[in-house]
């Protein structure tokens, strides 16, 4: 849903100088809305973590962890992430994992989070899914009451398993669906089209949950569309090689689909070689409703305002003008309540009148 704030408002299209700019990025309000809770999983509490649940691990100090950190493709990443993940094992950890995410994103500015959750990769461990559910949610909630940060979950399916995995993972959690709004579709995308989980989506639009998913990341342009027109998606994860699909990018605009884009992610995991050649530029020239997100900010060397601030560092045509349409996108593609929607936006325009750079009308 689009919303509109109460006073006309634009940002001015001057440039900053390099150090402005970043600090603009760094305190402006935002909302970020493609963060894998398991993939924001330090080397720290990894660590910390085996040692309480007295589990032995393949890395025996926090450097040789990070030095394990060197992917050369999704999968290769997918591999150490599911045995980093083994860690958590009681609704401690989960709240412990959930919690250190979102006190640091509350520092980032960060006023809403839509956080993903593999229940898949621990219930398969034999941790059950209300323990994995409670934990992240009383995070969430703590967040809230200490940060006035926004936190809502999205159960993620694994798309390297089977439907009839997702559908048996679907059935046990809604008993809690209290604590998730919608779901999603991670993991390895090659081979794995969207249209293997047409009927576990179709469950869930029967149900009311909003739906997104992965698509266009390493896979091709046609994911994106069988996300949209198979799994009717609300929002496409990733979704940065539309492009080379000209037909799509005009439905991408005409139809306001978010994109959720993680530049760091991309190059960590050579969709890209290096910042500088990423396409956010020509995704918001194409008109495209792109947000800026962290993905699995441990793994791929930072969080949020990292991603903003080295993004526009490597890509010195962004500016004032996309750093506010970046932020507001963020907004406008979550879900939460319109109130809340218009009430951070007319935040996001306070800071940007405060600096200096709007103008009304």
């Given at each position: ?29 935002k909302a970020e809305l493609h963060i894998h809770i398991e ?37 290769s990443f997918l591999d150490l992430y599911y045995a980093g ?112 989980f047409a009927r576990v989506f179709a469950r869930c639009r ?156």
């Amino acid at each position: 849903m689009t919303v509109t704030p109460s006073m006309p408002f634009t940002p001015i299209a001057q440039r900053l100088p390099a150090e402005r700019l970043a600090a603009l990025l760094r305190r402006m309000p935002k909302a970020e809305l493609h963060i894998h809770i398991e993939g924001s999983l330090e080397p720290e509490l990894i660590l910390r973590l085996a040692e309480r649940n007295h589990l032995r691990l393949a890395w025996p100090s926090v450097d040789a962890l990070r030095a394990a950190y060197d992917f050369t493709d999704l999968q290769s990443f997918l591999d150490l992430y599911y045995a980093g993940a083994a860690v958590l094992l009681t609704e401690q950890d989960f709240f412990d994992l959930s919690w250190a995410y979102l006190a640091r994103a509350a520092a980032e500015q960060v006023l809403h989070a839509e956080i993903f959750f593999d229940p898949q990769t621990h219930t398969a461990r034999g941790v059950p899914i209300e323990v994995v559910m409670t934990g992240l949610e009383h995070a969430c909630r703590r967040a809230h009451a200490e940060f006035g940060l926004s936190a809502k979950l999205i159960l993620c399916f694994l798309r390297h398993l089977s439907e009839d995995e997702a559908l048996a993972t679907l059935a046990q959690a809604l008993p809690h669906s209290r604590h998730f709004i919608g779901v999603g579709l991670d993991s390895s995308e090659r081979g794995h089209p969207p249209e293997k989980f047409a009927r576990v989506f179709a469950r869930c639009r029967e149900l009311g949950l909003h739906v997104v998913a992965h698509a266009g990341e390493e896979g091709p342009p046609a994911y994106i569309r069988a996300a949209l027109d198979v799994l009717k998606v609300e929002r496409i994860d990733h979704g940065v090689r539309c492009l080379e699909d000209p037909a799509l990018v005009e439905r991408l605009a005409r139809t306001r689909v978010p994109l959720t884009v993680c530049p760091l992610s991309n190059v960590k995991l050579r969709v890209f070689d290096t910042l500088a050649a990423h396409n956010l530029p020509a995704l918001l020239d194409a008109g495209l409703v792109a947000t800026v997100n962290s993905d699995d900010p441990a793994y791929f060397g930072g969080y949020l305002n990292r991603n903003f601030v080295d993004t526009f560092a490597a890509l010195p045509q962004l500016g004032v003008s996309h750093a506010y349409r970046l932020a507001r996108n963020s907004f406008e593609a979550s879900f939460a309540p319109a109130a809340d929607k218009l009430r951070w936006i007319a935040q996001l325009d306070a800071v940007f009148a405060a600096e200096g750079l709007a103008q009304s009308g």
